[in-house]
């Protein structure tokens, strides 16, 4: 029996990752995207979803909305789209321990929701991580980890680490760290297909 992710992107800003994958697995039978949504209006992430005819929202919480409320819409969406996987990718909002539950997988105890994070995990959580680590003249690295009730404490799919001492300046360390974050998170959804499909 053949096996899809069929995923939907979160994604609150720029969206080159999101891109990465859109363009990763156009024309692969693993992994689907059946939607992109973004809780900003005007994020360039919407512009880059159109390019590959994908399905793309802007959900942004309205004035004076519960956090449930909000994600309800989203969660509704997504279903609506036939996704079983919530890939983050650059999404800025903390996920409530509803929507972890709507998409949590009871075989395997754990969500269904994947996220990539610009640091050695568990280093470096939350936000502005690459600058941190800088400072801190720290080698670093691009965890990508599956979603729990914490901030970026769930569990690890795929780390890579770089080296700090040949970056001169931040851009150069951050660019490095880009770099990897192109190639891990499509490996990491590949990762995840192969264990679903020997399930």
């Known amino acids: ?54 399905p793309c929202y802007c959900v942004s919480k309205i004035s004076g909305e519960s956090k449930i409320s909000h994600e309800c819409r ?61 400072l801190d003249r720290a080698n670093s690295g691009v965890s990508v980890h599956y979603v729990d009730s914490g901030v970026d404490t769930g569990e690890i799919i795929l780390q890579e680490t770089f080296d700090y001492s040949d970056c001169d300046t931040f851009e150069a360390y951050e660019q490095k760290g880009r770099t990897i974050e192109v190639r891990l998170y499509p490996k990491a959804l590949k990762i995840i297909h192969e264990e679903l499909v020997s399930c």
């Open 74 to 134: 989203i969660v509704e969406l997504i279903r609506n789209h036939g996704g079983d996987f919530v890939l983050l990718a650059g999404y800025m909002m903390v996920l409530s321990s509803y929507f972890i539950g709507e998409f949590w997988n009871h075989k395997l105890n754990r969500a269904n929701i994947i996220n990539i994070h610009p640091s050695l995990l568990p280093k470096y959580p939350g936000m502005n991580s690459y600058k941190r680590a800088y």
């Open 1 to 54: 029996m053949s096996v899809v992710l069929n995923v939907a992107i979160l994604a609150s800003g720029n969206g080159s990752n999101a891109e990465n994958i859109m363009s990763s697995f156009k024309n692969e039978s693993t992994v689907r995207v059946v939607c992109v949504i973004s809780d900003q209006e005007g994020s360039f992430v919407l512009q880059r979803s159109k390019k590959f005819s994908i």
